[in-house]
């Protein structure tokens, strides 16, 4: 008789533990007898615990490969959280099992050994199990929906409760989430005013909205919020970073003249323009936008063109034009203007702004696609799979919180709905707009910046950083992929990688050829750009465009959600008065800060980019990738809050002690 050693790791999550009978086989070139493990006076498998065994065999069952659990029933039925299975054999070799998978039913489940394997290189053949089988289930728990014609695919689900229970919110997180939305207007000491749809009367009002909550950021915005130069700021690290482009000839719709930019005629645009000085910014995806319309009153959304020059290390803007056709009624605004014909400009292009970021950019661009990057690893890979591997920690409380947004922001009763001018019809209008604009080279940082003229911008942390992290990024991606892919034939011989792009391709990008996705992948560097591109997107530009939302948007003035009057006609008619009644009621305004403050508020439970708290990998060289990875992460955190004591205004949004290894919030 040979002994196996088996110990088992019970999740420790909130109702991990099960009172159930477990029974375990080990499979190898032989197979065990089913086992139960032994019981004891409290749940034989509780939350975070260890349970150990040992299996005896007639023989050795050679190399393992799998093992086989089963949950028998003893009072009731309950739900089983196991982490993983060590084995250690009568050769002395441990081997690994990964589960990390909720056991609710009396099936059996299978489980593979933790080295990670292709599937033209797979020869584990076991009655009862196989890859193809693995998938197919995976495929009827995994379900693509349709939300909206024209948007990328999501779950199909019909309610919270049916999303499957591997992918949903902890019961802390649940718990954190539901109090904070619940909370947030008592946490900001806004609930008295909630449903006050009065306008503002001065400033001054808006101003004490900031009295409870206020990081530097906030207060920084709430200080300069009027400067031209913090304006133009904000298109190189606000929440908005990808718009701006620089500007080679003026496009014919925005017909600015040197003496307007000019006026003291020591410049000239031509010359500026050649020296790689002068950049645009066109919100043309909100052209033709339906608008909303909140307590009655119809709201306003401008598409708008903005011109920036940059001088010395500052980005002003010079010239702003309203709509996108000029026309006697759509001055193009200047800061020569009136001090308030200026002001207003720049307010009504800041609400357009906040509704295009948090559409484009935010949703679409983050939230959607990694939503369809993870229903793709989920339907497509084994666990066994490298890629499987490599890319579930970066889906963690993805399809859960897309589900929340859907149902609870941009729905027929949603928050978004409620309190943005593009809320209702125009949400979708700018989403399909969005993905029909979308290209793969403008997911992929370097391509991005290069194409859109910023790579000498000064002062452009998000590109500094974003750099940065995509290079560790992607040369972490090729360590851990070269590892198992050797050959460009080998990526194109193996068809669940291919399966996985071909679903990303046609659900996400609904088959658009002019994106520039990829549909399949020939060599190994096009499947290490795409990967980085994934885990970029869920983690690095997430955290960029989503944790300053409140930072940026707290102080409305310069974020507001919806403007309620008509963009000005001609010069000469702002003021004061005019901003106000222009200005989001204080009910939409004060509703709007507690769902930033939401959005931006990091979960107890968060996991950051580089920690991988369930082990997937075993072998010695991912470890080891693993390893260097974190220590790269480590090294650019420090160098980000070095740079970030030296500036006025620090930016962290892309530093790895604080960007999260998923869309997770």
Known sequence: MVDYEVTLFTGDLAFASTFDDIYIKLVGSGESQRTLLPRSWIPSLFKGGVSK????????????????????????????????????????????????????????????????????????????????????????????????????????????????????????????????????????????????????????????????HQSKTSEYVRQHWKEDDFFGYQYLNGTNPILIRRCEALPDKFPVTNKMVFPDGKHRLADEMKKGNIFLCDYKLLDGVPTNTINGKKQYLTAPLVLLWKTGDKMKPVAIQLKQKPAKDNPVFLPTDSEYDWLMAKIYVRSADFNLFELNTHLLRTHLLAEVFAMSVLRNLPMVHPLYKLLIP??????????????????????????????????????????????????????????????????????????????????????????????????????????WIQDIFKYGFLSKESTGIPQKFSTVDEMVKFVTVVIFISSAQHSAVNSGQYDFGAWMPNSPTTMQLPPPT????????????????????????????????????????????????????????????????????????????????????????????????
């Not at 009731?76 to 998978?101: C, L, M, Q, R």
């Not at 033209?120 to 009862?128: L, Q």
Request: charged share 25%; aromatic share 10%; with cysteine.
């Open 394 to 499: 970066h889906t963690h409380y993805t399809l859960n919180i897309n589900f929340l947004a859907r149902t609870r922001l941009i729905s027929r009763t949603g928050v978004f709905t409620k309190f943005t001018a593009s809320g209702g019809e125009g949400v979708f209008t700018i989403l399909k707009k969005s993905l029909s604009s979308l290209t793969y080279s403008s997911l992929c940082i370097p391509e991005d910046i290069t194409e859109r003229g910023l790579k000498d911008v000064p002062n452009f942390y998000y590109r500094d950083d974003g750099l940065k992290l995509w290079e560790i990024i992607h040369r972490f991606v090729r360590g851990i992929l070269s590892f198992y892919y050797k050959t460009d034939a080998e990526v194109q011989q193996d068809s669940e990688l291919q399966s």
């Open 53 to 212: 065994c040992t299996i005896s065999c007639p023989k050795s069952l050679g190399k393992l490969v799998l093992i086989e659990l089963q949950k028998e029933t003893m009072f009731f039925n309950d739900s089983w959280y196991p982490a993983k299975v060590d084995v250690k054999s009568p050769e002395g070799d441990t081997y690994h099992f990964p589960i990390y998978h909720w056991i609710t039913d009396s099936e059996l489940h299978y489980f593979r050994e933790g080295a990670a394997l292709l599937v033209f290189e797979d020869k584990c053949s076991v009655d009862g199990y196989s890859r193809e089988q693995e998938i197919k289930q995976q495929q009827e728990v995994y379900c693509w929906g349709v939300y909206e014609e024209g948007i990328p695919h999501c779950i199909k689900a019909d309610s919270l409760q049916s999303l499957p229970d591997d992918i949903r919110f902890s019961l802390s997180k649940t718990a954190e989430l539901a109090y904070t939305a619940a909370t947030g207007l008592i946490e900001l000491e806004l609930i008295g005013i909630s449903e006050c749809t009065e306008n503002f009367t001065c400033v001054e009002n808006i101003d004490r909205l900031l009295c409870v």
């Open 570 to 665: 001609k010069k000469g008619t702002a003021n004061e008065k005019t901003m106000l009644e222009s200005f989001p009621s204080v009910d939409i305004t004060v509703n709007g800060m507690a769902v930033m403050w939401l959005l931006s508020k990091q979960s107890s439970d968060h996991v950051l980019i580089g920690q991988y708290p369930e082990e997937h990998f075993s072998e010695e060289e991912p470890l080891q990738k693993i390893r260097a990875f974190q220590e790269e992460l480590q090294k650019l955190s420090a160098e980000i809050k070095a740079r970030n004591e030296k500036v006025p205004l620090p930016y962290t949004y892309m530093d790895p002690d604080v960007v999260e290894n998923s869309v997770s919030l």
